[in-house]
């Protein structure tokens, strides 16, 4: 059996069970539980769930990945024969008659593994658009990242040291197993080249757009800062992207078994079309809606006009924020700014001279402490949590700003 | 090219003296019908198993073209050889056209014309949607014959062929094998413990008692020149 047979026996296996796409339910109900959770545990939507979604959409993950290797292991017998028992389908496995067959257990299961990647990479998409979005919680946005990689994988390896069990001669776990991770290695590497991929590609795209135009005439020695709004759409490029990359890998169209999702075309090009809107959208706002920050100053662009602001200049500020550091500024002429916005574009010097945000805004709020400028905080405890798991730089920033707060407070 | 060398093999763990193939070895070849005679129990299916890959032995190796079978080159060696009489070869409550479409794609050498051909040839052209578990026996090892046989395979391992079929079933399958053997150079080793319904048409034969071969060599060197003694004088 060498890898055109396979390709086909599985295809055949597939078209065979074609109406058998419980796993893509279960897949979906778990990405969609995992939010529905998170705002749980905001108390948005009825009671706490506590971690009962996240056991829940794992256990999810782990029928899902299981009914999927079923439908390529199985013969559902269909209208063949009469239905047996309520609503089942008559089923024989596929190990029962192979056993004196040419079959490649190992090729096939290989094959197997590249086809589950378009769920995989659908799975990578919503969790991170979800999180773009703040939906779900950072940590619980890793956690189940690693779960839509690492979940199938397990499954499939446990799937495949069975099939081969019964159907090898020579019961050889060991050889079976190393055979097994082989398998995994190389789904994984297909799929964080197809995902990562596309996502850098994305992300570098998104950069190299608008930090032309506005790093131009800047020396790398100045110490510039321009913070630049529209970062959500790099959540929506994002998951074009990806989507792309689901109908691309998702060749037995098991993802796109649903009627509604057969316009196979349309949805490519309704991708790119996003692909491309997306990437002029966030150039035309970075270029022409952003804050440029020097280490005394402050030159705000938006809606057509540009604002010129020294530190003198400010009258109060707050700081505040969940997952991210955020400070709103408030010039003496009633002008409003928010500081740290989705992206920012810098020089060397000023990654130099300030670690991260938090390093920034405390020589800020040093600056302004000292100027008698009032300053408050907000979602303190958030911040916290948020910065406790941060480098030690970025904590000593942050209590800097909580320094820095309580010495203007006690003017 | 199949060869055993040395086999031994016996079921289960415990028990030095009850290896049921012990030292066998064996090497049918291409164009030619080879047949392993032997009573029942002597070992025979066992001996296929191993040459198939079924089981694995635990002494002595089998080689399909000098290379030594293992599980890397199995599936490969399965594209070449095909085993009947297996009794599992296909789906029970599935059609013989079902199982034949799907399993047919296992195998890149499948003749989907000259299945067709002995289809008609083995009278099953009005059989082929019928569930596979209300076949006969007889229809369901012709069927199980006729998919061995469109794979082309360089050999053919067949267990018990033609164990309770009727004369007439057995005239079908005989002729099938032969003409494979005729048009495509195929070699085949069929078990039997019938020696008349065989004589005519084997060309090698092995004769194995208690796990092990006998007597081997050509029908007319067992039997003699004169051919009148019959395969039965050979147990």
Same mark, same amino acid.
């Given at each position: 059996?060498?890898?055109?047979?396979?390709?086909?026996?599985?295809?055949?296996?597939?078209?065979?069970?074609?109406?058998?796409?419980?796993?893509?339910?279960?897949?979906?109900?778990?990405?969609?539980?995992?939010?529905?959770?998170?705002?749980?545990?905001?108390?948005?939507?009825?009671?706490?769930?506590?971690?009962?979604?996240?056991?829940?959409?794992?256990?999810?993950?782990?029928?899902?990945?299981?009914?999927?290797?079923?439908?390529?292991?199985?013969?559902?017998?269909?209208?063949?024969?009469?239905?047996?028992?309520?609503?089942?389908?008559?089923?024989?496995?596929?190990?029962?008659?192979?056993?004196?067959?040419?079959?490649?257990?190992?090729?096939?299961?290989?094959?197997?593994?590249?086809?589950?990647?378009?769920?995989?990479?659908?799975?990578?998409? !919503?969790?991170?658009?979800?999180?773009?979005?703040?939906?779900?919680?950072?940590?619980?946005?890793?956690?189940?990242? !690693?779960?839509?990689?690492?979940?199938?994988?397990?499954?499939?390896?446990? +799937?495949?040291?069975?099939? !081969?069990?019964?159907?090898?001669?020579?019961?050889?776990?060991?050889?079976?197993?190393?055979?097994?991770?082989?398998?995994?290695?190389?789904?994984?590497?297909?799929?964080?080249?197809?995902?990562?991929?596309?996502?850098?590609?994305?992300?570098?795209?998104?950069?190299?757009?608008?930090?032309?135009?506005?790093?131009?005439?800047?020396?790398?020695?100045?110490?510039?800062?321009?913070?630049?709004?529209? $970062?959500?759409?790099?959540?929506?490029?994002?998951?074009?992207?990806?989507?792309?990359?689901?109908?691309?890998?998702?060749?037995?169209?098991?993802?796109? !078994?649903?009627?509604?999702?057969?316009?196979?075309?349309?949805?490519?090009?309704?991708?790119?079309?996003?692909?491309?809107?997306?990437?002029?959208?966030?150039?035309?706002?970075?270029?022409?809606?952003?804050?440029?920050? +020097?280490?005394?100053?402050?030159?705000?662009?938006?809606?057509?006009?540009?604002?010129?602001?020294?530190?003198?200049?400010?009258?109060?500020? +707050?700081?505040?924020?969940?997952?991210?550091?955020?400070?709103?500024?408030?010039?003496?002429?009633?002008?409003?700014?928010?500081?740290?916005?989705?992206?920012?574009?810098?020089?060397?010097?000023?990654?130099?001279?300030?670690?991260?945000?938090?390093?920034?805004?405390?020589?800020?709020?040093?600056?302004?402490?000292?100027?008698?400028?009032?300053?408050?905080?907000?979602?303190?405890?958030?911040?916290?949590?948020?910065?406790?798991?941060?480098?030690?730089?970025?904590?000593?920033?942050?209590?800097?700003?909580?320094?820095?707060?309580?010495?203007?407070?006690?003017? | 090219? /199949?060869?055993?060398?040395?086999?031994?093999?016996?079921?289960?763990?415990?028990?030095?003296?009850?290896?049921?193939?012990?030292?066998?070895?064996?090497?049918?070849?291409?164009?030619?019908?080879?047949?392993?005679?032997?009573?029942?129990?002597? $070992?025979?299916?066992?001996?296929?198993?191993?040459? @198939?890959?079924?089981?694995?032995?635990?002494?002595?190796?089998?080689?399909?073209?000098?290379?030594?079978?293992?599980?890397?080159? /199995?599936?490969?060696?399965?594209?070449?050889?095909?085993?009947?009489?297996?009794?599992?070869?296909?789906?029970?409550?599935?059609?013989?056209? +079902?199982?034949?479409?799907?399993?047919?794609?296992?195998?890149?050498?499948?003749?989907?014309? @000259?299945?067709?051909?002995?289809?008609?040839?083995?009278?099953?052209?009005?059989?082929?949607?019928?569930?596979?578990?209300?076949?006969?026996?007889?229809?369901?090892?012709?069927?199980?014959?006729?998919?061995?046989?469109?794979?082309?395979?360089?050999?053919?391992?067949?267990?018990?062929?033609?164990?309770?079929?009727?004369?007439?079933?057995?005239?079908?399958?005989?002729?099938?094998?032969?003409?494979?053997? $005729?048009?495509?150079?195929?070699?085949?080793?069929?078990?039997?413990?019938?020696?008349?319904?065989?004589?005519?048409?084997?060309?090698?034969?092995?004769?194995?008692?208690?796990?092990?071969?006998?007597?081997?060599?050509?029908?007319?060197?067992?039997?003699?020149?004169?051919?009148?003694?019959?395969?039965?004088?050979?147990?």
């Amino acid at each position: 059996m060498n890898n055109k047979t396979t390709q086909q026996f599985r295809k055949k296996i597939g078209r065979e069970n074609h109406d058998m796409y419980g796993f893509a339910v279960c897949w979906c109900l778990a990405l969609l539980l995992i939010p529905i959770g998170e705002l749980n545990t905001e108390g948005l939507i009825g009671e706490d769930f506590g971690i009962f979604h996240i056991v829940m959409a794992g256990l999810l993950m782990i029928i899902a990945s299981n009914s999927y290797v079923s439908k390529y292991m199985n013969i559902y017998l269909g209208n063949e024969v009469e239905k047996k028992g309520i609503g089942l389908i008559g089923k024989e496995e596929l190990t029962a008659i192979l056993r004196y067959h040419g079959f490649d257990v190992t090729g096939y299961y290989k094959e197997l593994m590249m086809r589950f990647i378009p769920m995989q990479l659908f799975g990578l998409t !919503a969790l991170t658009a979800g999180g773009c979005a703040g939906i779900i919680g950072k940590h619980v946005m890793v956690l189940f990242l !690693a779960a839509v990689v690492i979940i199938p994988e397990i499954v499939f390896l446990i +799937r495949y040291l069975k099939t !081969a069990y019964e159907l090898q001669h020579e019961k050889a776990l060991y050889y079976n197993f190393i055979e097994g991770l082989w398998n995994g290695i190389y789904s994984l590497i297909r799929l964080f080249t197809v995902g990562i991929v596309m996502i850098m590609l994305d992300i570098v795209l998104m950069a190299l757009a608008p930090s032309t135009v506005l790093m131009k005439g800047i020396s790398d020695t100045e110490v510039v800062c321009f913070y630049i709004g529209g $970062g959500w759409l790099i959540m929506v490029l994002i998951i074009s992207v990806l989507l792309m990359g689901v109908y691309l890998t998702d060749i037995d169209r098991d993802m796109m !078994a649903f009627s509604f999702v057969k316009m196979r075309k349309l949805i490519l090009a309704g991708s790119i079309a996003v692909f491309i809107l997306t990437v002029a959208a966030y150039s035309f706002i970075s270029i022409n809606a952003n804050i440029c920050v +020097r280490e005394n100053s402050f030159t705000i662009k938006e809606g057509g006009s540009i604002r010129e602001y020294a530190v003198e200049d400010i009258a109060a500020y +707050r700081v505040y924020g969940k997952d991210v550091l955020k400070m709103e500024i408030t010039f003496k002429d009633g002008t409003k700014t928010q500081l740290f916005r989705d992206g920012a574009e810098s020089t060397t010097a000023w990654s130099d001279k300030y670690y991260s945000d938090f390093n920034y805004a405390a020589e800020l709020t040093g600056k302004l402490s000292a100027l008698g400028v009032q300053g408050s905080i907000d979602d303190k405890d958030k911040l916290q949590a948020y910065v406790n798991g941060l480098d030690q730089p970025c904590r000593d920033g942050y209590d800097q700003i909580l320094r820095n707060l309580g010495a203007a407070a006690d003017q | 090219m /199949i060869e055993a060398k040395n086999l031994k093999f016996k079921y289960g763990s415990f028990g030095a003296d009850k290896f049921e193939i012990k030292d066998v070895s064996i090497k049918p070849e291409q164009g030619y019908i080879s047949c392993l005679l032997g009573r029942n129990g002597s $070992g025979k299916t066992t001996l296929l198993k191993l040459l @198939y890959g079924v089981l694995k032995s635990r002494g002595g190796s089998v080689f399909w073209n000098g290379e030594k079978l293992s599980l890397r080159n /199995i599936p490969a060696y399965r594209q070449e050889a095909a085993f009947v009489g297996a009794g599992g070869w296909c789906a029970d409550e599935l059609s013989i056209k +079902r199982n034949t479409e799907i399993l047919s794609t296992l195998y890149t050498g499948f003749d989907n014309a @000259y299945y067709e051909e002995l289809i008609d040839m083995a009278g099953l052209a009005g059989d082929m949607d019928k569930i596979c578990m209300s076949l006969s026996k007889g229809q369901r090892m012709k069927a199980e014959i006729v998919f061995a046989l469109a794979r082309r395979p360089k050999f053919l391992l067949m267990d018990e062929p033609l164990a309770n079929l009727d004369p007439v079933f057995k005239t079908d399958i005989l002729e099938l094998i032969q003409k494979s053997v $005729g048009e495509n150079e195929t070699g085949v080793l069929l078990s039997t413990h019938l020696c008349d319904e065989i004589s005519d048409i084997v060309d090698k034969i092995y004769v194995i008692e208690d796990g092990r071969i006998s007597r081997s060599g050509s029908r007319f060197e067992l039997l003699g020149a004169a051919g009148e003694r019959d395969l039965k004088e050979l147990f």
